[in-house]
C-alpha cells in the first residue's frame, strides 16, 4: 500500500490514481484544510500531518510531491525507513544529494523513482522506440521545445521548472550523461529568476541536443525533434491525434552525382498512439517495481543522471 505527502496542487493527482489502482492508504500534508479536503475524496485512506507517522506505518511505499527543496531529505527518510519511494522531478536539487539517494536505495534494494511524468507518455515512448529499432537511423540531434506566454512564476527559473521535463526526455531517448551542458537565460521580468533559457548539450557519442525554454513567447510549444540520419521524427504534444510524426526524409550521396550530397524527401506518417493517461502508466510501474518487475537500480540511475545534467546547466546559467 501507498502513502502520498503533498496534497495541494499535484500530489491529488497522484492520491486519485493510486486510490483507482487500489493502493492508497495513507495521505499526509502540514497543511489541515488540504489533508481535509483530500480524506473527503478518499475516506478510506488514513490522513495525517505527521510523515513520520507514514514512516511509522505498515505502507510499502511513500510518494513525496512536496515542493522541490523538500524532496532529497523526505525521500532520504523514508528509504532509511525501509520504503520504496516515488518522488516529483526533480528527486534531489544537487548531484551529490542524488547519489547518497540512488546508494541508499540500492543498499537496501528499494525503488528510488523519480516523477518523470514524459517518460510515460505513450508518444515518448514511441520516440525511443524508433530509436532503438534503428528505424531512424544513426541519431544526429535532438531538441525540445517548450514555450508559452506565461505561467510567470517567481520561486523557479524555466529550466527548473519547464527544462526538467524535457532534459529527462533527451536523456532517456539518448541514454548518455552529457560531457557538455551550458545554459544562457534572460530575467526579464523577476531578477534573478531566468523566464528565457537556451540550453545546449553534447555528448560523448558526438551527439547535440538543444533545449528552448520559456514563459515569454507567442506560441504554445511541446514538442521534441529526433533527427536521424535515415529519418526524422517529432513528438508533438499540442496535437490531439498527430502525437508523434515520422519523416522519410534524409542526405543522400547519389552514385552518379560523384559524392555529391542531396537531401531525400520520402512519406510521412502518424503512427497510432495510445491515448491512455502518462500518470497512470507512471504510477502503475511504481507499483510494479515495488512488486518486484523491472530493474529498480536503472530507474534509480536515470533520475542522477537528470540531476547531474540539471546541476551542469544550473551552474553554468548562474
Ligand atoms: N510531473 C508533473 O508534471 C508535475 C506537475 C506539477 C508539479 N509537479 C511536482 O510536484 C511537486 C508538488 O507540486 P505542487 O505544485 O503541488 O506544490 P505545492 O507547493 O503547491 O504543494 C506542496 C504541498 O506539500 C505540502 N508539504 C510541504 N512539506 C511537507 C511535509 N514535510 N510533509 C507533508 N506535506 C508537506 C505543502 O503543505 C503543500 O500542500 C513538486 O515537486 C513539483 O515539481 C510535477
Redesign the pocket.
Known amino acids: 500500500m501507498i502513502g502520498v ?7 491529488p493527482n497522484l492520491a486519485r490514481n493510486f486510490a483507482e489502482l487500489g493502493a492508497l492508504s495513507w495521505l ?4 489541515e484544510a ?1 489533508l481535509e479536503k483530500a480524506k473527503a475524496r478518499h475516506p478510506s485512506a488514513t490522513a495525517t500531518t505527521s ?1 513520520a507517522e507514514v514512516l511509522a506505518s505498515e505502507v510499502e511505499g511513500v510518494v513525496i ?4 527543496p ?2 532529497y531529505e ?1 525521500a532520504r527518510q523514508a528509504l532509511e525507513a525501509g520504503k520504496h519511494v516515488l518522488v ?2 526533480p528527486p534531489a536539487m544537487k548531484a551529490a544529494e542524488i547519489d547518497e539517494l540512488v546508494a541508499l536505495a540500492a543498499d537496501r534494494d528499494l525503488v528510488l523513482m523519480p ?1 518523470h ?1 514524459l517518460l510515460y507518455h505513450p508518444g515518448v515512448r514511441k520516440l525511443k522506440q524508433l530509436i532503438d529499432d534503428g528505424e531512424l537511423g544513426e541519431v544526429l540531434c535532438v531538441y525540445g521545445n517548450r514555450q508559452n506566454l506565461g505561467i510567470v512564476r517567481t520561486n523557479e527559473n524555466a529550466l527548473w521548472s519547464l527544462g526538467v521535463h524535457d532534459l529527462s526526455v533527451i536523456l532517456q531517448l539518448l541514454d548518455e550523461d552529457p560531457e557538455l551542458a551550458t545554459a544562457q537565460g534572460s530575467s526579464s521580468i523577476h531578477p534573478g529568476v531566468e523566464d528565457v533559457v537556451f540550453c545546449f548539450l553534447r555528448f560523448p557519442s558526438g551527439k547535440i541536443a538543444h533545449m528552448h525554454l520559456s514563459w515569454l513567447d507567442p506560441h504554445k510549444m511541446r514538442k521534441m525533434t529526433v533527427v536521424g540520419r535515415d529519418k526524422m521524427a517529432v513528438f508533438d504534444d499540442m496535437e490531439l491525434e498527430r502525437k508523434v510524426t515520422v519523416y522519410d526524409k534524409s542526405p543522400w550521396k547519389r552514385a552518379e552525382t560523384y559524392g555529391e550530397w542531396q537531401t531525400r524527401s520520402g512519406d510521412i506518417y502518424i503512427p497510432k498512439i495510445s491515448t491512455a493517461e502518462p500518470l497512470r502508466l507512471e504510477c502503475t510501474r511504481f507499483l510494479e517495481l515495488v512488486a518486484g518487475d523491472g530493474d529498480r537500480i536503472k530507474v534509480a540511475q536515470d533520475g542522477a543522471r537528470v540531476v547531474r545534467a540539471l546541476e551542469m546547466l544550473t551552474d553554468s546559467l548562474g
Open positions: 505527502v503533498g496534497l495541494n496542487y499535484w500530489g499526509c500534508d502540514l497543511d488540504r510523515f510531491a512536496t515542493p522541490v523538500t524532496h523526505l516529483e522531478k516523477g511524468l
